[in-house]
């Protein structure tokens, strides 16, 4: 495995297929579709080079696991149109002004679906700071305990 592969979000077979796809006045369910098939190509790709998440160790308990997957968030699929210039910096912030005027509690079964992965997203709640940071610990550290 090449360095620094355990870590990576966007392959150059992503970055492609996210050229080729995404086109200016793109709607946001069809946005929402493209980063459907990215995570999954993204999966398929991790699957299919035997790429591991990186080994973490909780710095409360001392129980040591593999970090949660990467995914393909929009916010992460809007950001790379901008890093890759694939699209203007102009194109980006609307875009991104866009996705931000959309309810959360209308995109709730679809965040459901793609993140409610068991123990590892556990994991990455506590590595991201999301919720209160005892009850994040906790969770990380309960999700770690064997036999799960």
């Given amino acids: 495995m090449p360095s620094g592969d355990a870590q990576r979000t966007w392959f150059p077979e992503m970055t492609v297929r996210l050229r080729s796809e995404w086109h200016e006045g793109m709607s946001i ?4 579709g493209l980063r459907d098939e990215l ?9 299919g080079r035997n790429i591991q998440t990186p080994i973490i160790t909780c710095r409360r308990c001392g129980m040591t696991g593999h970090a949660a997957e990467p995914r393909v968030s929009v ?3 809007i950001l790379a149109l901008a890093r890759f210039e694939i699209a203007s910096k102009d194109q ?3 875009l ?16 459901r ?18 919720g209160s940071r005892q009850n994040s ?12």
């Fill in 113 to 130: 679906k793609n993140l409610g992965r068991g123990p590892a997203w556990l994991l990455a709640l506590k590595i991201a700071g999301k």
């Fill in 92 to 94: 980006t912030r609307a």
């Fill in 29 to 32: 369910p069809a946005l929402i």
């Fill in 96 to 111: 991104q002004k866009a996705w931000a005027q959309i309810p959360q509690a209308a995109l709730a079964g679809h965040r």
């Fill in 75 to 77: 916010r992460a699929l």
């Fill in 39 to 47: 995570d999954e190509t993204l999966h398929r790709i991790r699957a």
């Fill in 137 to 148: 610990r906790k969770r990380a550290c309960e999700a770690m305990q064997p036999g799960d």
